[in-house]
């Protein structure tokens, strides 16, 4: 079955393999970007999620080629790193608007259509920061904590209609968003993963595929980390 899914930010990194891995098993797959276009076989959508009319602008326009969003990878987010003492509250609310609101506006532009099909799957890519917290990163690390509760309320409120909604929690991803660190924290945290190595996107992706699968129906509200073993125990 051919199923129309919408993943934000799948126009590169990890959101690009997640809706990859959609396109090879034969779904109809949207990505959002913000003016860079969309990879070949995939339906770009312009959309910043910091912005509601553009939210909704981008799901209509999924709607009318592929029909209503039947899964759902909320994936887009940013950093602005740096210690608590020199964050700005514009920083702070920057970060979680983009990575937590935009989460929200997402994830409510698609319900009705879900709740009309009566079935739908959620996945919110949050990180391993969300349990573990990391200096430099209360912005990030609050905004990724809070899509654990928007996802389990989400589980609570629409379960009953055969919705789903679950948090994929990455560890350390080799992408342009950790192409930022420096080689001492890199290695600092390659240090700490069991695994002694980056993850991969298509890692991600699988388990993000997982999710979304029949398979996995009977799973909802969970927290599945692919972090190579770095935030185990916490
Ligand atoms: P990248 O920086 O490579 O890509 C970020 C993506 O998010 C881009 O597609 C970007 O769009 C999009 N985006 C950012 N802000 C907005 C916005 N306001 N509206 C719409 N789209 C936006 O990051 P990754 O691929 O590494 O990360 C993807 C997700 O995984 C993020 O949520 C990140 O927090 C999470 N993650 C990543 C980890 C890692 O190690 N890489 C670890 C844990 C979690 P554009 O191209 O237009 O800029």
Known sequence: MSRSVLVTGGNRGIGLAIAQAFLEAGDKVAVTHRGSGAPDGLLGVECDVTDNAAVDRAFSEVEAAHGPVEVLVSNAGMTEDTLLMRMSEESFTRVVDANLTGAYRVAKRATPGMLKARRGRMIFISSVVAFAGSPGQVNY??????????????????????????????????TDMTAELSDARRNEILGSVPLKRYGHAAEIAAAVHFLASEQAGYISGVVLPVDGGLGMGI
């Open 141 to 174: 690390a609050a905004s990724k904590a809070g899509l654990l509760g928007v996802a389990r309320s989400i589980a609570r409120e629409l379960g009953s209609r055969n919705i789903t909604a679950n948090v994929v929690a990455p560890g350390f991803i080799d």
